[in-house]
Antibody
Framework: QLQQSGPGLVKPSQTLSLTCAIS??????????WNWIRQSPSRGLEWLGR?????????DYAVSVKSRIIINPDASKNQFSLQLNSVTPEDTAVYYC???????????WGQGTLVTVSS | EIVMTQSPLSLSVTPGQPASISCKSSQSLLQGDGKTYLYWYLQKPGQSPQVLMY???RRFSGVPDRFSGSGSGTDFTLKISRVEAEDVGVYYCMQGIELPYTFGQGTKLEIK
């Protein structure tokens, strides 16, 4: 189970921060990747990035957000987070945290968080 | 990045009738390990997406056998042999062969 938390309203130029708490699995699992995906009417489903642990932590980010995004695992709390800096109204979307158990097999999704970027 | 193109973008089907959705990728999804990383997801109204099919034709746990997937290389099809009311929603294909993972635009299935 993935349980998301975080604010639903962020002001332009500020930072979007969401957290995904994991139950029934481990963020340090050697067989899962932990992703953030967003969905908006204009962009559809858009993969943003992932983190995974294979003896050390790895990170991959979409080029479209690479300069603004950080995905941070927290093994002590068994969760991972999304930080998206310098947001604009184009970042308004439903954000999902998602487990990938094998090369795009997204078998567990969070409930989704609608984040609106507006002043 | 790999572009995924679905057709049609909407379907209206009578219960008990079949339905078919096409998905084309801008490059082959066949990996060196012999597997083809093409997935189908269904997003029911008000819900998060859920996986239906993986590696083209493998049904995910709990998915009814009226769903089937086929295709190879760049051309893929999802078929529902007999549509039921619970099948309404938006269907997405997705490629998992390279980053960024990319989705099709979605096909909205409605019941007549």
């Amino acid at each position: 189970q993935l349980q998301q938390s975080g604010p639903g309203l962020v002001k332009p130029s500020q930072t979007l921060s969401l957290t995904c708490a994991i139950s029934g699995d481990s963020v340090s699992s050697n067989s899962a990747d932990w992703n953030w995906i967003r969905q908006s009417p204009s962009r559809g489903l858009e993969w943003l990035g992932r983190t995974y642990y294979r003896s050390k932590w790895f990170y991959d980010y979409a080029v479209s957000v690479k300069s603004r995004i950080i995905i941070n695992p927290d093994a002590s709390k068994n969760q991972f987070s999304l930080q998206l800096n310098s947001v604009t109204p184009e970042d308004t979307a439903v954000y999902y945290c998602v487990r990938d158990s094998n090369w795009g097999l997204f078998d567990n999704w969070g409930q989704g968080t609608l984040v609106t970027v507006s002043s | 990045e790999i572009v995924m193109t679905q057709s049609p973008l909407s379907l209206s089907v009578t219960p008990g009738q079949p339905a078919s959705i096409s998905c084309k990728s801008s490059q082959s999804l066949l990996q060196g390990d012999g597997k083809t990383y093409l997935y189908w997801y269904l997003q029911k109204p008000g819900q998060s997406p859920q996986v239906l099919m993986y590696e083209v034709f493998r049904r995910f746990s709990g998915v009814p056998d009226r769903f089937s997937g086929s295709g190879s290389g760049t051309d893929f099809t999802l078929k529902i042999s007999r549509v039921e009311a619970e099948d309404v929603g938006v269907y997405y294909c997705m490629q998992g062969i390279e980053l960024p993972y990319t989705f099709g635009q979605g096909t909205k299935l409605e019941i007549k």
